[in-house]
């Protein structure tokens, strides 16, 4: 897993952004006690959309039936999971 060091961190935030130490590795941009998950309120609306088999029939192409297999060639393609020679 690659690192990155706070100094570097803060050469590609914005100069107003504040970093703020979490644990080890992991920083946040957001005040102690602020809620960044304001996405969750359009939560429901995404997963009745993109759940929907029509919605993915039309936009890529498949089928909601075949996620289990998308899934498993995903995970058992032999040159996603390999260490490179």
Known sequence: MSTINEHRLFEV????????????HIYSIFHNGENPNFFDKMARFYDIVICNPLYNRLMWGYSVKNYTTLVQDALTTKQCCDEPD
């Not at 935030?13 to 080890?24: G, S, Y």
């Open 13 to 24: 935030l914005a100069k107003d952004v504040n970093l703020r130490f979490i644990e080890p």
